[in-house]
């Protein structure tokens, strides 16, 4: 199965994208799911119909869906969360409010995503289209996974086994609640055994991740930040969608003509920045575009003859190479600096941090007993050297 996740700043037009993408694809054939990742779904807006949590059947071979994000949080972490409550109104919390607080941070973000997954495997789609939350949002849900996994594996492992053995015990004794060993149990399944698969999901060659633009500084900004980010973690993009371009006759009003000039110079910089990746184009609409035949139309002017469902680049990953005395790892950092770069070697992992992202590598066992000797960002790809120790074999 093909999967597309469009992700991009707030308002600069994810939600038609993702929309039109689907639409060309089912009209093309494709059997096609596109899912609202968002919590402020505003999927059924744009394709004008009533959509609830499981998939819509809208048209031929396009189905629809808004993912029901309480309910599937509750499905997930119930165990989890219903112990979090029980703590709270415990400490003399209104029930309303410990509900809200007992919300882990991240959760939302992995339950929606476990739902797009399992209704586009379910469903023996050939294309799923997702669209996903604001920029920061998106790649908090697509990052999460593999964060949580590693920050949670001893922990819980630990907590668990604990709470077999001293929670009887303890209950006779203090009257606060005390967690049961399948809450540990239950988080571990999630966070081990589903986290594990949404990784998969998400950083399969046939999932690509598109950065939506306008022709706006701060908007353009962001999206390098992300373009970075999703390098870091190994997800791939594979194109850059410019929305909202005015019309070549704009230029010609005088109201118009700096105005058009700037975006001309916007969508030149974006296609220098982001290459080799392809750029696609969408122009200012003179009104909204909602409904299948509109959404078409978009499509049919953004895509062009590009198939919506091809992977339209592959952009390099993660390399491990031998070399004289040591080991190299090459990592692509599109649009890093070496001021935002933290580099380090705990144990047997590499740990990258670019900004506010930070990434844990685990080493093969050849060089995880080397050291860091050296880390220089030249260009878009960060190469960290390891030699063995002074003395060391």
């Not at 609202?36 to 119909?49: K, P, Y």
């Not at 219903?82 to 509900?99: K, N, W």
Request: hydrophobic share 45%; with cysteine.
């Amino acid at each position: 199965m093909r999967v597309v996740l469009y992700t991009g700043k707030g308002g600069v037009g994810k939600t038609t994208t993702a929309a039109a993408t689907a639409v060309h694809a089912a009209r093309s054939g494709r059997s096609t799911l596109v899912a609202s990742a968002d919590s402020a779904h505003s999927l059924g807006d744009v394709l004008e119909r009533r959509l609830g949590p499981r998939p819509s059947h809208l048209a031929p071979n396009l189905d629809a869906l808004e993912v029901d994000t309480p309910s599937e949080t509750q499905r997930h972490w119930g165990a989890v969360r219903d112990y979090l409550i029980s703590l709270l109104r415990y400490q003399g919390i209104e029930e309303v409010v410990a509900e809200e607080l007992a919300l882990l941070p991240g959760a939302e973000e992995i339950t929606t995503l476990l739902a797009v997954e399992a209704y586009a495997r379910e469903g023996g789609y050939d294309f799923a289209v997702v669209d996903c939350a604001p920029t920061d949002s998106a790649l908090r849900l697509l990052t999460l996974p593999e964060v949580a996994r590693g920050a949670f594996r001893v922990l819980l492992r630990v907590q668990g086994a604990l709470a077999s053995i001293v929670t009887p015990l303890a209950r006779n004794l203090i009257p606060v609640p005390l967690p049961e060993s399948e809450v540990f149990r239950d988080a571990e399944h999630l966070l081990f055994r589903k986290l594990r698969r949404l990784r998969d999901f998400v950083g399969d060659r046939r999932t690509s991740v598109r950065l939506v633009v306008t022709p706006e500084r701060m908007v353009i900004d962001e999206a390098r930040r992300a373009h970075t980010d999703l390098a870091l973690f190994e997800l791939p993009c594979d194109a850059v969608v410019m929305n909202r371009l005015l019309p070549p006759a704009a230029a010609e009003e005088d109201f118009f003509r700096d105005w058009a000039r700037l975006q001309l110079e916007r969508l030149v910089e974006v296609e220098e920045l982001f290459a080799p990746l392809p750029v696609l184009t969408a122009p200012l609409q003179d009104d909204e575009v909602t409904g299948l035949d509109r959404l078409a139309e978009h499509a049919d002017r953004l895509f062009g003859a590009i198939e919506p469902d091809a992977v339209l680049s592959t952009a390099p990953r993660i390399r491990f190479e031998a070399e004289d005395g040591g080991y190299r790892v090459e990592v692509p950092l599109p649009h890093a600096g070496s001021g935002d770069l933290d580099v380090a070697k705990i144990d047997d992992e590499l740990v990258i941090g670019t900004g506010t992202r930070r990434r844990s590598l685990l080493l093969p066992r050849r060089i995880a007993h080397l050291e860091l000797s050296q880390a220089k960002l030249g260009g878009d790809l960060l190469v960290v050297h390891f030699t063995a120790a002074p003395g060391g074999r």
